[in-house]
């Protein structure tokens, strides 16, 4: 099992042995530092390999969430906080958890995994990396790992119906669920990522799964009781498909 370096910013000191003392119980978990402020941490973080920060929001000369856009991105975060006000801020600076104070061991221990399943996924994606070229559908795999309140979520590519895009997210809509997945992702990410023979931008906002397409009326793709329009910008390429499948 992976071992994970993980550092501890907090200005209260019993708050931040607490976390070092769950660190030190955990098998997969490794204390490499223990700081009172972001600034005392920030040589140890850039100058080690540190995987995951267990850092405070509020503390003195640079708070928690203004510290998390400035370090590494292969370091996460797991917020220890006494304020729930944060969580929104948080889960776009791409936290992997959000934990509120006081923090038990078994909040702590759920995230720690979480933590360890993202390192392990993540892991597993670098090596694929590095393996030989394959087909854009091989290359995309059946499945699509994305967070979704900080939780990682497998979705299964081919019962993907469409996505919508959002200002800051996008919904994922599968089939046979009626609530969507909401992530913190780009639509040009995903357009990039999903296979291109089967999903097409047909909106600005929009990306649909061609093989799940039952009925088109009036220049809008119908799903159950959402009618998603075919914009002028993706109108001409989305008829080419169509012609090409119209019998008759």
Same mark, same amino acid.
């Not at 920060?53 to 640079?62: E, G, R």
């Not at 590494?72 to 934990?99: C, H, K, M, Q, W």
């Given at each position: 099992?992976?071992?994970?370096?993980?550092? /501890?910013?907090?200005?209260? !000191?019993?708050?931040?042995?607490?976390?070092?003392?769950?660190?030190?119980?955990?098998?997969?978990?490794?204390?490499?530092?223990?700081?009172?402020?972001? %600034?005392?941490?920030?040589?140890?973080?850039?100058?080690?390999?540190?995987?995951?920060?267990?850092?405070?929001?509020?503390? !003195?000369?640079?708070? @928690?969430?203004? +510290?998390?856009?400035?370090? !590494?991105?292969?370091?996460?975060?797991?917020?220890?906080?006494?304020?729930?006000?944060?969580?929104?801020?948080?889960?776009?600076?791409?936290?992997?958890?959000?934990?509120?104070?006081?923090?038990?061991?078994?909040?702590?221990?759920?995230?720690?995994?979480?933590?360890?399943?993202?390192?392990?996924?993540?892991?597993?994606?670098?090596?694929?990396?590095?393996?030989?070229? /394959?087909? !854009?559908?091989?290359?995309? @795999?059946?499945?699509?790992?994305?967070?979704?309140?900080?939780?990682?979520?497998?979705?299964?590519? #081919?019962?993907?119906?469409?996505?919508?895009?959002?200002?800051?997210?996008?919904?994922?809509?599968?089939?046979?669920?009626?609530?969507?997945?909401?992530?913190?992702?780009?639509?040009? #990410?995903?357009?990039?990522?999903?296979?291109?023979?089967?999903?097409?931008?047909?909106?600005?906002?929009?990306?649909?799964?061609?093989?799940?397409?039952?009925?088109?009326? %009036?220049?809008?793709?119908? +799903?159950?009781?959402?009618?998603?329009?075919?914009?002028?910008?993706?109108?001409?390429?989305?008829?080419?498909?169509?012609?090409? %499948?119209?019998? @008759?």
């Amino acid at each position: 099992m992976q071992t994970l370096r993980c550092c /501890v910013i907090d200005d209260e !000191p019993l708050a931040s042995g607490l976390i070092r003392s769950y660190i030190e119980k955990t098998p997969f978990l490794e204390i490499a530092g223990e700081f009172s402020s972001p %600034r005392n941490a920030i040589y140890t973080i850039l100058n080690n390999d540190i995987d995951i920060v267990f850092l405070d929001i509020q503390i !003195p000369q640079l708070n @928690g969430i203004e +510290f998390a856009r400035i370090i !590494p991105a292969d370091t996460r975060i797991i917020f220890t906080t006494a304020y729930s006000d944060y969580a929104v801020e948080g889960f776009r600076v791409n936290a992997l958890d959000y934990l509120l104070k006081p923090v038990s061991y078994e909040e702590f221990l759920a995230a720690a995994r979480r933590a360890l399943a993202w390192y392990e996924m993540k892991h597993q994606s670098d090596s694929s990396k590095l393996q030989t070229q /394959v087909s !854009p559908t091989e290359k995309a @795999g059946e499945y699509i790992i994305v967070k979704s309140e900080y939780k990682l979520v497998q979705v299964r590519i #081919a019962d993907i119906l469409y996505i919508e895009g959002l200002k800051d997210y996008v919904k994922i809509y599968v089939e046979g669920s009626e609530k969507s997945i909401m992530t913190l992702l780009s639509m040009k #990410a995903l357009e990039q990522t999903l296979p291109s023979d089967t999903f097409m931008r047909v909106h600005r906002s929009y990306i649909v799964n061609l093989s799940k397409i039952k009925v088109i009326e %009036r220049n809008r793709i119908i +799903f159950g009781r959402t009618q998603i329009p075919v914009s002028e910008s993706y109108k001409d390429t989305f008829a080419e498909f169509i012609a090409r %499948r119209t019998l @008759g």
